[in-house]
């Protein structure tokens, strides 16, 4: 079940079984579930000379070539190949859809072939953007619910497993999608005729709001930071103009598979990713030096064949010492050490005039920006909702509006307990047992001493624990479809599903729990990666939909 593996695999078979020349024709989504997996040059190897979104109306006659189309099934797409198909611009055509296909799709693509230039038209089942072994997203809103059917049953169609589904009763939505999958599964019943393994395999669907607390926190880890503070979008991060003069750093990719400084610290916090990029530079600056003294044939001979490694070496450092100046100068020019001291304050500890002090101490701090300020103010207003006197609220609220917070913003902080219910709050998320429990044991990094800023655990990590040992609530969390086989044994396998996107933070707990745990396995996806900015534009999208119920109830 490593989704690399297997999206991998999927792309070689797409573009490893057709000889000759060829054009790759990708839409919007499969462009991007495509480079997370494969560079320019590996494709390069398997003779595609051209690839690029489908457009019929921007492509020149290629007759001597073949077109291999990677497209997700939806309408747009059979409209484009309708009109390819009509006037065809390459010699032949090899067609993969990411899902299942229906008749009247073959249909319509048949009756558009008059030329007969479809050779092959095939399945594979990659409806997802993979982000590791174990995480993927789906790069859609938390609003569409079709997206997310059709992304978890290519998924476990990739990963050949039918699941027991199960999903939090307390959202309309996770229940929607729950019933929709179900659907999805019995329609292709003949695809999702796996043999059973000896244990069920459990999609858990789940709302954003279930864990309303992890989204607003910031992380210290290479990835989450990166994420966070800069922007990563399909491994791809840009860095601002004036912050990176070089051109060649503005724009940065960053793989786990093929960069190796990345794939051994992405999961590292900032105080060892810094002693680490340290060992890295001094090894670069050695072996730079070593080069200096080329002199005999055989020398130079070994410094030719070592030459390509010795690039990608210098080009690694060049993005790392970048990406790393550029975190640091965000981290000190925001103060964001002590907006995390005040976040694990208010939401890994149980003191409510520490909390206070700590928000009146952000809220007054001239270096922190109003995004943050708010941050902190929102993680209060979960945190102590009904502790909370009107003047403490409206002492908030008025140093948010003199901070210069939007209107829109400022509903949202009025509104917060009223989106986020008491009855998701309750989650055990601010129980004193569980995240005072939760609270790091003395760890390296960030000067070495007691780390503050990484106190609170997701509520995942015991959603998983409960699930794994069968004491997941059912009336929390009941079955779609209740047998014995799915009731009958503890899971081994996982597969969980954010309504609302997942977290850095998240990504790390299941790669941590998968490594630790052999035995199990978890998979983790949602409908985006999402940062903190993300989250709140959601909160304030409900707040706006809770509006336009009240406005149409009226």
């Excluded at 079955?479 to 044994?489: E, I, R, T």
Aim: net charge negative; charged share 25%; glycine share 4%.
């Amino acid at each position: 079940m490593n989704l690399v593996s297997v999206a991998r695999e999927y792309v070689r078979r797409v573009v490893a079984d057709i000889p000759g020349l060829k054009a790759l024709l990708l839409d919007e989504d499969t462009m991007g579930i495509l480079s997370l997996v494969h560079t320019q040059s590996e494709l390069f190897e398997y003779d595609i000379f051209l690839n690029g979104k489908f457009d019929p109306k921007n492509r020149a006659n290629m007759t001597h070539m073949r077109a291999v189309c990677f497209l997700r099934p939806i309408n747009t797409n059979f409209q484009l190949l309708e009109e390819e198909l009509s006037n065809p611009n390459y010699g032949e055509y090899h067609i993969y859809f990411t899902g299942p296909l229906e008749l009247k799709h073959i249909e319509r693509i048949a009756q558009a072939d008059a030329f007969e230039a479809v050779q092959s038209l095939q399945e594979v089942y990659l409806d997802y953007f993979t982000l590791s072994p174990s995480t993927f997203h789906l790069n859609c809103p938390r609003w569409d619910q079709g997206r997310p059917v059709s992304g978890i049953s290519a998924l476990c169609l990739s990963l050949k497993r039918c699941p027991v589904i199960r999903f939090q009763k307390n959202s309309s939505g996770a229940r929607t999608i729950a019933e929709r999958l179900s659907t999805a599964i019995e329609k292709e019943s003949a695809l999702f005729d796996f043999r059973k393994t000896s244990s069920p395999t459990v999609a858990l669907i789940l709302d954003r709001l279930y864990d309303p607390v992890t989204p607003l926190l910031l992380q210290w880890t290479y990835e989450a930071m990166i994420h966070e503070l800069i922007g990563l979008q399909n491994n791809r991060v840009t860095l601002d103009e004036k912050a990176e003069k070089k051109k060649d750093l503005q724009n940065i990719t960053l793989s786990p598979t093929h960069d190796t400084f990345y794939a051994a610290n992405r999961f590292s916090n900032f105080g060892d990713l810094g002693q680490n990029l340290k060992a890295m530079v001094d090894e670069f600056q050695e072996q730079h030096h070593t080069t200096r003294g080329v002199e005999t044939i055989a020398e130079m001979q070994k410094f030719v064949e070592s030459y390509p490694e010795f690039r990608r070496k210098g080009r690694d450092v060049s993005k790392h010492v970048a990406l790393v100046s550029e975190l640091s100068h965000i981290v000190e020019s925001r103060s964001l050490l002590n907006v995390s001291e005040a976040e694990q304050e208010l939401a890994a500890t149980d003191d409510h005039a520490a909390g206070l002090k700590h928000l009146r101490h952000i809220l007054n701090n001239s270096s922190s920006r109003i995004d943050d300020k708010f941050r902190v103010s929102l993680l209060y207003r979960l945190r102590y909702a009904e502790e909370t006197s009107v003047h403490i609220v409206r002492e908030i609220r008025e140093s948010l509006q003199d901070g210069g917070l939007s209107p829109e913003r400022l509903k949202l902080f009025d509104m917060i307990a009223r989106i986020v219910p008491r009855e998701f709050r309750d989650a055990e998320l601010f129980e004193k047992g569980f995240l005072s429990a939760a609270k790091s044991t003395i760890t390296r990094g960030l000067q070495g001493v007691e780390n503050v800023y990484t106190q609170h655990q997701p509520y995942l990590v015991k959603l998983l624990q409960m699930i794994f040992r069968g004491r997941l609530r059912e009336e929390l969390y009941p079955f779609l479809h209740k047998d014995q086989y799915a009731v009958s044994m503890k899971p081994k396998e996982v597969v969980v599903f954010v309504l609302g996107g997942i977290t850095c933070a998240e990504l790390r707990i299941v790669q941590e729990m998968n490594d630790k745990y052999p035995e199990l396995r978890i998979i983790l996806g949602g409908t985006s990666m999402i940062r903190s900015e993300d989250y709140v534009k959601d909160l304030e999208d409900l707040v706006y939909r809770k509006h336009k119920e009240t406005d149409t109830d009226v």
